[in-house]
């Protein structure tokens, strides 16, 4: 059975605190690539700013100048044959920066962080897709974020072809995007998987469906996982 720490307790003096009653909202959206992350991502800050909630929107790698920078050399191909551990340290150095910088503060700041890609990204990339041992990637997931996990990561699901024709539509790929199927087709097997093992908070969404009917699925999660009340919103 897999333990993971969903309410963040804290003990000041003999008196334990609950901080998801003081903290903001943390929601990311993983999937492979053109599986719809940032059209849905809109959608969403959208909804939650309709019924009062101060959102800020970020992304991984990236969200910080360092991290950005980082990003630039994580995608470009000036070194197509970067090795797999030198990419997994790159991510959580990119994260580390993030989280000091941005989540957290906006997280104690109460205000509620959408992210694009997270740590399930890590998992499902450089584990999945990489192969790198798993354990690696959670120490690595402890030393830098602690007990800090999403209350909601929504996984958007589709298969690797429908996500490679939509994103196929736009611009050069980048260096992880030149990767073969197979790969995105073990990037999506382990999001899958991290949704069976995280039920408490992480979904799936299919995203194979045009896009009103993602975006109801995606409705009905927030309320399921409490971060919606179902009074507050109107379809
Ligand atoms: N990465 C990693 O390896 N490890 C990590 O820890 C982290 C990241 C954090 C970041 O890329 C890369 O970093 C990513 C993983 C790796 N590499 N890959 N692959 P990114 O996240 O910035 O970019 P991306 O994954 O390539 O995302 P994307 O291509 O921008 O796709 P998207 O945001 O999911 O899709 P979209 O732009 O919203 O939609 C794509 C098109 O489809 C667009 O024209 C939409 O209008 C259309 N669309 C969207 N939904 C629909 C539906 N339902 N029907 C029809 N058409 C639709």
């Given amino acids: 059975m897999f333990l993971t720490i969903f309410s963040i307790h804290t003990i000041h003096g003999d008196k334990v605190i609950n901080k998801e009653d003081e903290m903001g ?3 990311t959206l993983e999937g492979i690539e053109g599986v719809g992350k940032t ?6 800050k959208e909804l939650l700013e309709g019924v009062g909630h101060d959102c800020v ?15 630039a050399l994580l995608l470009s191909h000036s070194d197509d044959h970067m090795s797999a551990d030198a990419e997994l340290l790159m991510m959580f150095a990119a994260r580390a920066e993030h989280l000091s910088k941005v989540i957290r503060p906006a997280l104690e700041n109460k205000q509620t962080v959408l992210c694009d890609r997270f740590t399930e990204a890590t998992y499902a990339y450089q584990g999945g897709g990489r192969l790198l041992d798993v354990d690696k990637i ?3 997931e402890q030393w830098v974020q602690g007990d800090l996990r999403p209350d909601l990561t929504v996984i958007l699901d589709a298969p690797v072809e429908i996500g490679r024709a ?3 539509r ?4 980048d260096r992880i995007e030149k990767e073969h199927d197979d790969f995105f087709q073990r990037v999506r097997e382990a999001y899958i998987e991290l949704a069976n093992h ?9 995203a194979s469906l045009e896009l009103a009917a993602v975006q109801k699925q995606i409705r009905e999660k927030l309320i399921e996982y409490d971060i919606l009340d179902q009074e507050a919103v109107r379809e």
């Fill in 166 to 168: 939509r994103a196929g």
């Fill in 198 to 206: 995280y039920p408490h908070r992480i979904c799936l969404i299919d």
């Fill in 25 to 27: 909202k943390f929601i």
């Fill in 39 to 44: 059209s849905n991502l809109r959608f969403i």
């Fill in 170 to 173: 736009r611009s050069e790929p």
């Fill in 57 to 71: 929107v970020t992304r991984e790698p990236g969200g910080t100048n360092l991290g950005e920078a980082l990003r």
């Fill in 138 to 140: 959670s120490e690595l």
